[in-house]
């Protein structure tokens, strides 16, 4: 399509905001920084002409080391919306929080190549908004503009589960006839297809603090319990298909001449089968009630499950499909595979309407110091996100999200 052209010349200035984007660490704790961020993403957006406003988010209940639920403050998220009536209606989604905090050993970028870039965020998912907002602008010069409406948010909790933004997501949802999120796909373009739900959940275990000499008889040992709690919910791991535990950290402890009253075990768990969150708690909260019967001492579990899983479900495949017919047109090998990993696609794709995820910049080695982007993939993935949706704007490919519809009739 003619339309694709206005994207040919827009590598170097694509490049030159992803450098400038990733040199603001907007790490999910740290608030300044996600509102530089937020300023930044505001001003770059307004270029589509769409209604923009700030959506606070839900303050994030945290279990700290001391075993007391708080309230955290979350970075605000953002929120364009184009053309609402419009007969084809879609949902971009994005984040602008990383997994850096502000005094993590990784903040600058180094070219690995010409066309490598080794920065923060700078694959997930900086590049990813990059390609969200090139492909929009592409829409907003094509004749068939007027056929699409869009609804764009960016949150700035995804890393840490989008608890504080994930009603808002599911509220758009309702909006859209399906959706588009930006996270990376594989260095080699591989997306990712249906994807594991995921749960984070800390047990908080209470004993009983003496003298570890002359009174170890009447303390409880609030290490050890954890320990017989983490030996338990560990032997979870694999008693459903695809189902996995993770003990990740446990925190409590002291001198080596007091018994330690107090533990914390921090766990995630990922599943393939919406049924299995059930059986899951289940077990979980057994193991709690054993231990909270024993005398002197208290146990409790906080946390759940805020991703659900995604299948791959008939109208996910049929748009796969219209995504792999549009690569064709462009030379662009389209291929998916499950991952256990996951993102606000899961909380989308619960919601009700299709959903791929894995939109944005070819990369690889998120969430550590060797994060990399692809430069050549910032035109390429906008490329194809503008020709999907113009394909579909057109009525060259169905419309996913009535994917149902079209097959009864």
């Known amino acids: ?18 450098r400038q984007w990733c040199a603001i660490n907007s790490g999910s704790s740290n608030l300044a ?25 839900r303050p994030l209940p945290v279990v700290t080391r001391e075993g007391e639920v708080v309230e955290q403050a979350l970075g605000d998220m953002l929120r364009l919306v ?11 989604t994005g984040h602008m929080d990383t997994v850096f905090p502000i005094d993590h050993a990784f903040q600058s970028e180094t070219f690995l190549d010409d066309d490598t870039l080794n920065a923060p965020g700078a694959a997930d998912m900086k590049g990813g908004l990059l390609v969200m907002l090139h492909a929009l602008l592409t829409i907003e010069q094509s004749s068939l503009a007027d056929q699409i409406g869009y609804e764009v948010l960016i949150n700035a909790d995804e890393e840490i589960g989008s608890q504080g933004s994930a009603h808002m997501l599911t509220d758009a949802a309702s909006r859209a006839h399906f959706a588009c999120v930006y996270e990376p796909a594989l260095a080699d373009g591989t997306l990712a297809g ?75 768990v990922r599943l393939e089968q919406p049924e299995d969150s059930d059986w899951l708690l289940r077990n979980a909260q057994s193991l709690i ?5 024993r005398e002197g001492f208290r146990a409790k579990l906080e946390g759940g499950f805020t991703r659900p899983p995604k299948p791959m479900t008939p109208q996910l495949d049929a748009f796969f499909r219209a995504l792999r017919a549009a690569g064709d047109d462009l030379g662009i090998k389209v291929d998916w595979v499950p991952t256990g ?22 990369g690889a080695h998120i969430h550590s110091a060797q994060e990399f982007a692809k430069l050549d993939s910032l035109v390429e993935r906008s490329k194809l996100s503008a020709l999907l949706l113009l394909k579909i704007a057109a009525g060259e490919i169905p419309n996913p999200g009535l994917f149902d519809k079209t097959e009864n009739n």
């Open 194 to 268: 249906a994807r594991k739900g995921s749960g984070n959940f800390a047990a908080v275990i209470r004993g009983k603090s003496a003298h570890a000499g002359r009174e170890h008889h009447l303390g409880r040992n609030a290490l050890v319990a954890a320990a017989d709690f983490v030996a338990g919910i560990n032997q979870l791991s694999g008693q459903r298909e695809g189902l996995t535990v993770n003990v990740a950290r446990v925190d409590g402890g002291g001198p080596n001449n007091v018994v330690p009253d107090l533990a914390v075990v921090r766990f995630n």
């Open 289 to 293: 009630d054993t231990i909270d019967k």
């Open 82 to 92: 184009k053309r609402p009536q419009a007969p084809v209606r879609v949902l971009l």
């Open 33 to 57: 920084g996600l509102k530089t961020m937020h300023a930044a993403l505001s001003e770059a957006f307004s270029d589509l002409g769409a209604e923009i406003e700030t959506l606070p988010s």
């Open 341 to 362: 990993g996951c993102c606000d696609g899961n909380n989308i794709a619960a919601a009700g309407i299709p959903v791929i995820d894995t939109l944005g910049v070819r």
């Open 1 to 18: 399509m003619n339309d694709l052209a206005f994207l040919d010349d827009r590598r170097g200035p694509m490049t030159e905001r992803l």
